[in-house]
């Protein structure tokens, strides 16, 4: 199951002009929620992440 192309079938387009797809904002928010984040600034941990960077 490709998850992230289900979320970007089923969610409207983000309305601001950031370019992200929503299914890589809804990606990052879980993945900051899962090392323990409570608010947006927290996803800087997730950008610094080598094996989360070597999956891309």
Known sequence: MDLSKT?????????SNCALKVSTFIN??????HE???CLNDT???AK????LSCH
């Open 7 to 15: 979320i970007d079938q089923r969610f409207p387009a983000l309305g």
């Open 49 to 52: 992440d080598k094996a989360l």
């Open 28 to 33: 990052t928010l879980v993945l900051s929620q």
């Open 44 to 46: 800087v941990h997730i």
């Open 36 to 38: 323990g984040g409570e």
